[in-house]
């Protein structure tokens, strides 16, 4: 076959086929291939014309199609499968030839990758895609890492294929290495941090607030025209609107309450504490859905204990405290995100500008906001920024909805409603903001038991006291 195809995809599940559709509808034209012919026939006949999309079950015939130097994404499960399709690749590709990987694969697996392919001179880069199946059909916020001349290959169809914010593309190299990876995985990592918090909030306002599903509708769709806007809080009202199809009644109200998960927002909250940074949301948003895995259990346990039945409420003013709650709360979450790309950066020499990944993911994305507007400009503003509620952009953000949240927490544990996410983001803003804590104590006891030593506040240098003496 002549090699007249501009960009190459293995995987055409739905967010494969999606995403080359886009490529072909962006002037460039794409070859696709899978093991499977009803996948390939499939994007043959969405595509319509072969000349510009086309597809085969034939791996020779797939690489022989391309251009030279050959860029080959994978759209396929992360794992042994990308290592299987990389080795599958190698006998028919050139030095100089570029394959990303797209999915969600685990930043020291495309470090692994990188070198091994780098030895047989050929590039390799993570690329992190957000957006789901829609976002891949039209425009999904990309975060490629790796190696920056091979990007450049790939640059023009990245930026024509991404989502755009105001006219911007919500692509841009990232750093070398994983960084593409890591900045998918953390972004994945606040994202569950987002989604526990939004449940939460649905939580008080049906039990509480008594809110039926055509009111929650209208109050997220409400917030979603102010500060609260976002793709999370949009879809949110849009699922309050759906109806059973399959019986009566909302079809939120249907379905089990068993959060499943892949394994990013797992591997987030290990990494952080690797590295030694504290992410509590998105650690508890990881337990909460391991949690709702023990439904057997949970009914159980439900039925020995005593719960207390939620105080009345100016569902009004309770409506109001929940904005400025998950506001705050949102606020936190890609605080903690933002300070463990930040310390990432430093650790595995990412290179990362918090200011640039903040404005990739302004749109396309699952975690795209309008809050992430600001935190684009707050880090534009200062580079160096190690926390984003250092941020005196963020002070009076912050202020003036801190004080809901407490109220809301406080409803929560004396009635009996649990709100793990916006207490342990509430708890973590209330400890980075105390400039004492009481862990002198704890010091004190690891000395005791285990001579482990201390620091003093009056004196330089390294303690230790033989307590039992």
């Given at each position: 076959?002549?090699?007249?195809?501009?960009?190459?995809?293995?995987?055409?599940?739905?967010?494969?086929?999606?995403?080359?559709?886009?490529?072909?509808?962006?002037?460039?034209?794409?070859?696709?291939?899978?093991?499977?012919?009803?996948?390939?026939?499939?994007?043959?006949?969405?595509?319509?014309?072969?000349?510009?999309?086309?597809?085969?079950?034939?791996?020779?015939?797939?690489?022989?199609?391309?251009?030279?130097?050959?860029?080959?994404?994978?759209?396929?499960?992360?794992?042994?499968?990308?290592?299987?399709?990389?080795?599958?690749?190698?006998?028919?590709?050139?030095?100089?030839?570029?394959?990303?990987?797209?999915?969600?694969?685990?930043?020291?697996?495309?470090?692994?990758?990188?070198?091994?392919?780098?030895?047989?001179?050929?590039?390799?880069?993570?690329?992190?895609?957000?957006?789901?199946?829609?976002?891949?059909?039209?425009?999904?916020?990309?975060?490629?890492?790796?190696?920056?001349?091979?990007?450049?290959?790939?640059?023009?169809?990245?930026?024509?294929?991404?989502?755009?914010?105001?006219?911007?593309?919500?692509?841009?190299?990232?750093?070398?290495?994983?960084?593409?990876?890591?900045?998918?995985?953390?972004?994945?990592?606040?994202?569950?941090?987002?989604?526990?918090?939004?449940?939460?909030?649905?939580?008080?306002?049906?039990?509480?607030?008594?809110?039926?599903?055509?009111?929650?509708?209208?109050?997220?769709?409400?917030?979603?025209?102010?500060?609260?806007?976002?793709?999370?809080?949009?879809?949110?009202?849009?699922?309050?609107?759906?109806?059973?199809?399959?019986g009566d009644g909302h079809l939120v109200d249907k379905i089990l309450d068993k959060a499943k998960q892949k394994g990013t927002g797992k591997w987030t909250s290990q990494n952080a504490m690797d590295l030694g940074i504290p992410v509590p949301t998105i650690d508890v948003a990881v337990s909460m859905r391991e949690i709702s895995a023990l439904k057997d259990e949970r009914i159980k346990a439900d039925e020995l204990y005593g719960r207390p039945n939620p105080a009345d409420v100016d569902k009004a003013d309770f409506t109001?405290?929940?904005?400025?709650?998950?506001?705050?709360?949102?606020?936190?979450?890609?605080?903690?995100?933002?300070?463990?790309?930040?310390?990432?950066?430093?650790?595995?020499?990412?290179?990362?500008?918090?200011?640039?990944?903040?404005?990739?993911?302004?749109?396309?994305?699952?975690?795209?906001?309008?809050?992430?507007?600001?935190?684009?400009?707050?880090?534009?503003?200062?580079?160096?920024?190690?926390?984003?509620?250092?941020?005196?952009?963020?002070?009076?953000?912050?202020?003036?909805?801190?004080?809901?949240?407490?109220?809301?927490?406080?409803?929560?544990?004396?009635?009996?409603?649990?709100?793990?996410?916006?207490?342990?983001?509430?708890?973590?803003?209330?400890?980075?903001?105390?400039?004492?804590?009481?862990?002198?104590?704890?010091?004190?006891?690891?000395?005791?038991?285990?001579?482990?030593?201390?620091?003093?506040?009056?004196?330089?240098?390294?303690?230790?006291?033989?307590?039992?003496?």
């Open positions: 076959m002549t090699k007249t195809y501009d960009f190459g995809l293995v995987g055409l599940g739905v967010m494969g086929r999606n995403f080359i559709l886009n490529v072909a509808d962006n002037g460039f034209t794409a070859f696709g291939n899978d093991l499977d012919d009803e996948k390939v026939n499939a994007l043959i006949s969405e595509g319509g014309d072969t000349n510009k999309v086309n597809a085969s079950t034939d791996l020779k015939t797939f690489v022989d199609a391309l251009t030279t130097p050959r860029k080959i994404m994978l759209l396929v499960p992360a794992g042994k499968v990308v290592d299987i399709v990389i080795e599958s690749l190698l006998p028919h590709l050139d030095k100089g030839d570029i394959i990303i990987d797209g999915g969600n694969s685990f930043f020291t697996d495309t470090d692994r990758r990188e070198a091994y392919l780098k030895e047989k001179g050929i590039n390799f880069f993570g690329a992190g895609v957000s957006g789901g199946a829609k976002g891949a059909r039209l425009g999904p916020s990309i975060m490629p890492g790796g190696s920056r001349d091979a990007y450049q290959h790939v640059k023009p169809i990245f930026e024509a294929v991404s989502a755009k914010y105001k006219g911007e593309p919500c692509v841009a190299y990232l750093g070398p290495k994983s960084a593409g990876n890591y900045v998918k995985m953390v972004h994945n990592g606040i994202e569950y941090g987002l989604m526990q918090l939004t449940s939460e909030i649905y939580d008080l306002l049906k039990k509480a607030g008594g809110l039926s599903n055509e009111e929650l509708h209208d109050t997220f769709s409400k917030w979603n025209e102010g500060r609260l806007q976002s793709f999370l809080v949009e879809i949110t009202s849009e699922i309050f609107e759906q109806k059973d199809g399959l109001n405290k929940a904005e400025q709650a998950l506001y705050f709360a949102f606020i936190v979450t890609y605080a903690q995100g933002m300070h463990q790309l930040a310390d990432a950066s430093k650790e595995y020499g990412y290179e990362l500008e918090l200011g640039e990944i903040a404005k990739i993911w302004r749109a396309g994305c699952i975690i795209r906001a309008a809050l992430l507007a600001d935190i684009t400009e707050a880090y534009q503003a200062n580079e160096s920024l190690e926390n984003l509620l250092l941020s005196p952009s963020f002070v009076e953000k912050v202020q003036v909805t801190v004080a809901a949240a407490r109220e809301l927490v406080a409803y929560g544990a004396t009635n009996g409603i649990p709100l793990p996410g916006l207490s342990n983001a509430l708890t973590y803003f209330d400890a980075y903001t105390s400039s004492r804590l009481p862990l002198n104590l704890i010091q004190a006891q690891r000395d005791y038991f285990g001579s482990h030593t201390y620091e003093r506040v009056d004196k330089e240098g390294i303690f230790h006291t033989e307590w039992e003496e």
